[in-house]
């Protein structure tokens, strides 16, 4: 079992930048892909980023690019998601999640996070 807790969700203005950190715990950090999906309300769960263990490949939703980075250190057992140029179209439930393969879908991740809620005013 992996134990995933996100923080760092908030309320922040149109144009301005948040840091999501995705702390994990159990079973070896190490050997999990990590990814970060959203939901919006009304609206189904959708990808946003992936980063494999060793950090050399990564994978954007075209909607993010440019905009949002994701990290992990591997050493503190936790992911980060640096996101800028807020819009408010980035209003949703932001969940960590951890799997085998670097996928986009939500079915490739085995374990989630409750989730940090990410408002954008304009």
């Known amino acids: 079992q992996v134990q995933l807790v996100e923080s760092g969700g908030g309320l922040v203005q149109a144009g301005g930048s948040l840091r999501l950190s995705c702390e994990a715990s159990?079973?070896?950090?190490?050997?999990?892909?990590m990814g970060w999906f959203r939901q919006a309300p009304g609206k189904e769960r959708e990808f946003v980023a992936v980063i494999n263990w060793s950090r050399t490949r990564t994978r954007y939703a075209d909607s993010v690019k440019g905009r949002f980075t994701i990290s992990r250190d591997n050493a503190k057992n936790t992911m980060y998601m640096q996101m800028n140029s807020l819009e408010p179209e980035d209003t949703a439930v932001y969940y960590c999640a951890a799997g085998t393969t670097i996928g986009t879908m939500s079915t490739s991740y085995d374990y989630w996070g409750q989730g940090t809620q990410v408002t954008v005013s304009s």
């Open positions: 159990g079973r070896t950090f190490n050997n999990y892909a």
